[in-house]
């Protein structure tokens, strides 16, 4: 599901000194993951017992993953000895949804 990751594209999505290469490294990254997130996100979304979840919230939270991506980008690395980075995006993915999934339940309980 995952593509393999190059700790060179990592490498430029810290590096956020040339504006020009940044950019472009970052559509690599979003065009490179997005559909294996959206898949996990879906996943996700059916552990938690959400088997009929629209397309929105599943794009809402894909692009909320991306948001950590990108706020914590400077710490991220490419290191084998603490797993892999496909299992770290799943992380990332699966937290969200549960954040999602607890706030839709506040929700409904309030209405």
Known sequence: MYP???PTLIDRLRDSNSSGRWNSSWEEFFDLYHQAVRVCVRRAFQKNGWYSVNE?????VVMA???SILKGR???EVDPSKGRFRGFLSRVGQRRVGRR???RRGNSSTT
């Open 4 to 6: 393999n990751t190059r």
């Open 56 to 60: 929105a919230d599943v794009q809402e």
């Open 65 to 67: 993953v991306f948001e």
């Open 74 to 76: 400077a710490s991220l």
């Open 101 to 103: 999934c607890m706030q």
